[in-house]
């Protein structure tokens, strides 16, 4: 079992900056594969960026040049950093986990607005 807890989430306006982190549990978090992905009402839950255990990394094409997802093996985190956003970013942003299943955190909010 993999626990996640994220922190970061706020309020900031358009062309703003956040910085999401992911802390998961467990003493391999450098096999996970690690991502994001974010949820606004009435839609489904979709990919925002993925890391691999080995370090490769893709994003949904609306964040590409905007966001960078990252990991730091030895703190068992995973971090998103997201710059120059927009109203349309504002979600529930969740952490994510694979290994041998999938893990997911409890969710953090961002809202982007002036």
């Known amino acids: 079992q993999v626990q996640l807890v994220e922190s970061g989430g706020g309020l900031v306006q358009p062309g703003g900056s956040l910085r999401l982190s992911c802390a998961a549990s467990?003493?391999?978090?450098?096999?996970?594969?690690m991502g994001w992905y974010r949820q606004t009402p009435g839609k489904q839950r979709e990919l925002v960026a993925r890391?691999?255990?080995?370090?490769?990394?893709n994003y949904a094409d609306s964040v590409k040049g905007r966001f960078t997802i990252s990991r730091d093996n030895a703190k068992n985190t995973v971090h998103l950093q997201m710059n120059s956003l927009k109203p349309e970013d504002t979600a529930v942003y969740y952490c994510?986990?694979?290994?041998?299943?999938?893990?997911w955190g409890q969710g953090t909010q961002v809202t982007v607005s002036s």
């Open positions: 467990g003493t391999i978090f450098r096999l996970y594969a």
């Open positions: 890391i691999t255990s080995g370090g490769n990394t």
């Open positions: 994510y986990a694979n290994y041998r299943g999938d893990y």
